[in-house]
């Protein structure tokens, strides 16, 4: 399994504990994501996982939470042009959510649960190529709310616990 990551900073702590664990920075953004993903799948098949920090909608989420994204959707897409694509790989035991791919924070949520910059990327270059994929997030921030009032560090902890504890084998 591949651990995609859009920053360094999301990845540190889990490739310090963890050197044996392919972990790869895909970028910030749909674009870096696509890119990335396509770059690997010029070559290798294995399972894709993106793990890293997301903005929620819902209140009823708690910073630090840690969730499965089971579908995404690109957010700026117009009536008619937008599509929902699908995980192929969930990982069990965690809270399951909606996500907007975004390309800036603060759109409307439209029935998702939290917003990200990457998932729709991964999700559709994975489901055209046949290879599976998966997506978890630690809940960082409310969208909208300031970036002095994010808990960046508690949603970083909280993603390196739960993929320390997850059963690889089993995804």
């Not at 990551?5 to 972990?23: K, W």
């Not at 819902?58 to 937008?82: P, Q, W």
């Not at 969930?90 to 990457?118: F, K, P, Q, Y």
Request: glycine share 8%; aromatic share 6%.
């Amino acid at each position: 399994m591949i651990f995609l990551f859009p920053t360094e900073v999301e990845a540190s702590r889990l490739r310090a504990l963890r050197p044996d664990l392919d972990i790869r920075i895909c970028g910030i953004g749909a674009v870096e994501t696509a890119t990335e993903v396509a770059r690997i799948l010029r070559t290798e098949r294995k399972p894709l996982l993106l793990c890293g920090i997301a903005g929620a909608y819902d209140h009823t989420l708690k910073k630090g939470d840690v969730v499965a994204v089971t579908e995404e959707r690109f957010a700026y897409l117009s009536t008619g042009y937008d599509r929902t694509y699908s995980a192929t790989m969930v990982v069990e035991g965690l809270l399951m959510v909606r996500s907007n791919t975004v390309s800036h924070c603060a759109m409307a949520a439209d029935g998702a649960d939290i917003e990200n910059m990457e998932g729709a990327a991964l999700f559709a270059l994975a489901q055209a190529e046949g290879v599976r994929c998966g997506e978890i997030r630690a809940i960082s921030n409310y969208v909208g709310e300031e970036r002095k009032d994010w808990n960046v560090e508690l949603a970083l902890e909280n993603i390196t616990n739960t993929i320390l504890d997850l059963d690889l084998e089993n995804i």
